[in-house]
């Protein structure tokens, strides 16, 4: 049990900041309101974390959100939204009108077209939406305790909160961010172009955007965004790693 007062409407608020990944796995029986996702498979086997992230035990995970959370590929993609609200529209339009097929000016690009929706977390929410799969997962697999994935998802709401004003920003912000994620492995300018710029990004993102938008039960689209959630003091089980 855990040691502070959640209604069930502040559970589920958290379990919303993971949504997209429940789109993403939607085929796979993902649950948007089971606290371990996978409801309907009884053996920690059918998620195997290794391949994937890297993890077999609960260091690995404690160790991944750690690290992710903060510094994860939000920060490790060139992509400067912060910035975007401080330019002039006169310095915006300059900016596109350069022709420049390099992928960092494509990013810029990209940039300037989604930093309306995002807002200036930009894809943080890529990174904050993927660590609460992994700590619903982790409770799956029993790495974790009901209070310790729970102490942890306010730590992630906090930060939610603070890098976006609604549901539909931390949503643009994680689309954008898988957008992104994918262009890594793009192996030339013109597929980096394609993907961002191009009808590529719509064919690919569509079904996702779809399902988060109209599924009945996912937090995100029933419970509002500045619902009142309690403040959690660290249980003695875990170390210091989100403050």
């Given at each position: 049990?855990?040691?502070?007062?959640?209604?069930?409407?502040?559970?589920?608020?958290?379990?919303?900041?993971?949504?997209?990944?429940?789109?993403?796995?939607?085929?796979?029986?993902?649950?948007?309101?089971?606290?371990?996702?996978?409801?309907?498979?009884?053996?920690?086997?059918?998620?195997?974390?290794?391949?994937?992230?890297?993890?077999?035990?609960?260091?690995?995970?404690?160790?991944?959100?750690?690290?992710?959370?903060?510094?994860?590929?939000?920060?490790?993609?060139?992509?400067?939204?912060?910035?975007?609200?401080?330019?002039?529209?006169?310095?915006?339009?300059?900016?596109?009108?350069?022709?420049?097929?390099?992928?960092?000016?494509?990013?810029?690009?990209?940039?300037?077209?989604?930093?309306?929706?995002?807002?200036?977390?930009?894809?943080?929410?890529?990174?904050?939406?993927?660590?609460g799969f992994l700590l619903r997962s982790g409770y799956f697999l029993n790495?974790?305790?009901?209070?310790?994935?729970?102490?942890?998802?306010?730590?992630?709401?906090?930060?939610?909160?603070?890098?976006?004003?609604?549901?539909?920003?931390?949503?643009?912000?994680?689309?954008?961010?898988?957008?992104?994620?994918?262009?890594?492995?793009?192996?030339?300018?013109?597929e980096v172009a394609e993907l961002l710029l191009g009808n590529a990004a719509?064919?690919?993102?569509?079904?996702?955007?779809?399902?988060?938008?109209?599924?009945?039960?996912?937090?995100?689209?029933?419970?509002?965004?500045?619902?009142?959630?309690?403040?959690?003091?660290?249980?003695?089980?875990?170390?210091?790693?989100?403050?």
């Open positions: 049990m855990t040691d502070f007062a959640l209604t069930e409407e502040q559970r589920q608020w958290l379990f919303g900041l993971s949504s997209p990944m429940v789109a993403i796995n939607v085929d796979a029986e993902a649950s948007y309101l089971e606290p371990a996702m996978w409801p309907d498979h009884k053996t920690p086997e059918f998620l195997a974390l290794e391949d994937s992230w890297g993890i077999s035990n609960r260091d690995d995970l404690l160790s991944t959100v750690a690290q992710m959370t903060d510094d994860g590929h939000a920060t490790s993609i060139p992509t400067d939204y912060w910035r975007w609200p401080q330019q002039t529209p006169s310095e915006r339009a300059r900016a596109r009108a350069c022709p420049d097929p390099e992928p960092q000016h494509l990013l810029e690009t990209f940039v300037d077209r989604t930093a309306v929706l995002t807002g200036q977390g930009g894809i943080r929410a890529w990174d904050l939406a993927r660590m790495y974790l305790d009901e209070a310790e994935m729970l102490h942890l998802h306010l730590q992630l709401a906090l930060r939610a909160r603070y890098w976006y004003q609604s549901w539909d920003q931390y949503l643009a912000g994680f689309l954008c961010g898988r957008l992104l994620w994918r262009t890594l492995n793009c192996d030339s300018a013109d719509q064919e690919w993102l569509e079904p996702l955007f779809r399902e988060l938008n109209t599924a009945f039960t996912n937090p995100a689209n029933s419970l509002p965004w500045d619902l009142a959630l309690p403040d959690s003091e660290r249980p003695d089980s875990l170390p210091e790693m989100l403050t």
